[in-house]
């Protein structure tokens, strides 16, 4: 069974930053890209971005190219996402999944998904 279990949510102001952590459990982390997407009520999960089982090729949404890195510690299971300059528009529920092919940027070609996790960004 895979586990996938978001952190680092929180309410922050408008400029700052956060880090969300996805802790993986029940399978082989290592071999799998990663993707991160968002949500808010009423609209469909949002691509934010993804890293490929290596961490050698990462993929962002343009909202949040230059903002936003993604990265992977692969000997803790363990892929982040680092937001800086975060804005009101980034708030958001936001879940880690699991690509079994590559850094898609499609939430269809994710298998498992984490619980996920809210970040509020106060103007």
């Known amino acids: 069974q895979v586990q996938l279990v978001e952190s680092g949510g929180g309410l922050v102001q408008a400029g700052g930053s956060l880090r969300l952590s996805c802790a993986a459990s029940?399978?082989?982390?290592?071999?799998?890209?990663m993707g991160w997407f968002r949500q808010t009520p009423g609209k469909e999960r949002e691509f934010v971005a993804a890293?490929?089982?290596?961490?050698?090729?990462?993929r962002y949404a343009d909202s949040v190219k230059g903002r936003f890195t993604i990265s992977r510690d692969n000997a803790k299971s363990t892929v982040y996402l680092q937001m800086n300059s975060l804005n009101p528009e980034d708030t958001a529920v936001y879940y880690c999944?699991?690509?079994?092919?590559?850094?898609?940027?499609?939430?269809?070609?994710?298998?498992?998904w984490g619980q996920g996790t809210q970040v509020t960004v106060s103007s």
């Open positions: 999944a699991i690509n079994e092919v590559g850094p898609g940027y499609y939430a269809t070609q994710y298998r498992y």
């Open positions: 029940g399978r082989t982390f290592s071999s799998y890209a």
């Open positions: 890293i490929s089982w290596s961490g050698g090729n990462t």
